[in-house]
């Protein structure tokens, strides 16, 4: 195995690609605004307004290029409410991006390290990052640290995921894992041509139940049911040809990418004694609100 790649790999990833899917997370009427929202348990845009409106400092940890944290201020108060961005690898992206949003402030941290000198928070947003960390834990406990009385952290972690998928998404993610970006590229777009040939395709499955490869039975799209039981090979006809490709990048070159059960999550928030407000599990992560009950 290389030498652990995984902060050169996101670094290359958002300073290649500055605007990745920015546009979609700001739509109220794309995928993407939707899969981040309802996830998170709002129904709609003004769900996620009412919510944020009542906090007076959000931190969004692990802010990549800064999509959510965009949100985040496109749906609260710049003049009553504070957010903080912080990312190991491209905080200056997100700082760039966000030029012209107001009371936005952004810092180049890793969430393994001591974060008190950003005091505290009633809102902290952390999703698709901690598994990406080496230590999911320690970096949901760092966190935890900064939550008000009465504040609130909401996290996505991956999940475990069927037998032959992690078998073949790890046999995919050794192979390229010592690979330059436009090396690893290249793959990616293999498997990113893949998944559009099935998803042209056009066709409905139905499946019956397979336990030991844990298939539950039901109408899947083509593509999907590779994707959610084999492999996973992206498509999403709202991204360019090369931004589908960088999202397969994400998920197959960093080399720290831990995957959780719904057991082990629900077990950092209870012995971190906080209130699971929300969770939500699909066939690729767990999303999870908890409250700070001291």
Request: charged content about 30%; proline content about 2%.
């Amino acid at each position: 195995m290389a030498e652990n790649n995984t902060a050169q790999s996101f670094s290359d990833k958002w300073h290649k690609n500055t605007a990745l899917a920015f546009e979609n997370t700001l739509n109220p009427d794309s995928e993407t605004f939707k899969w981040i929202t309802e996830r998170n348990g709002f129904k709609n845009k003004n769900e996620l307004r009412k919510y944020l409106n009542s906090k007076k400092r959000i931190l969004d940890a692990g802010c990549g290029n800064g999509r959510v944290t965009a949100l985040l201020r496109t749906y609260s108060d710049p003049k009553t409410t504070e957010i903080v961005g912080i990312d190991l690898t491209a905080a200056d992206v997100a700082e760039k991006n966000l030029a012209g949003y107001k009371n936005v402030k952004f810092y180049k941290k890793n969430l393994l390290d001591d974060l008190t000198s950003l005091g505290k928070f009633d809102f902290i947003y952390c999703q698709e990052v901690l598994h990406h960390t080496g230590n999911a834990r320690k970096g949901f406990d760092n966190l935890v640290e900064l939550l008000e009385p009465g504040g609130e952290i909401a996290i996505y972690v991956y999940k475990q995921k069927a037998p032959a998928r992690e078998f073949v998404d790890d046999f995919i993610r050794e192979k390229i894992v010592g690979m330059d970006y436009e090396t690893a590229m290249k793959h990616c777009r293999q498997i990113t041509e893949l998944g559009k040939a099935l998803t042209d395709q056009n066709i409905k499955l139905t499946i019956p139940e397979v336990d030991l490869l844990q298939i539950k039975c039901g109408e899947y799209d083509l593509q999907r049911f590779i994707y959610h039981f084999f492999a996973k090979i992206f498509w999403n006809y709202e991204y360019s040809f090369e931004d589908n490709a960088v999202i397969n990048y994400d998920w197959y070159h960093p080399q720290d990418c831990t995957r959780h059960t719904i057991e082990e999550v629900r077990n950092w928030f209870t012995q971190n004694e906080l209130k699971i407000n929300r969770e939500y599990v699909d066939f690729y992560g767990i999303t999870m609100r908890g409250e700070n009950i001291e």
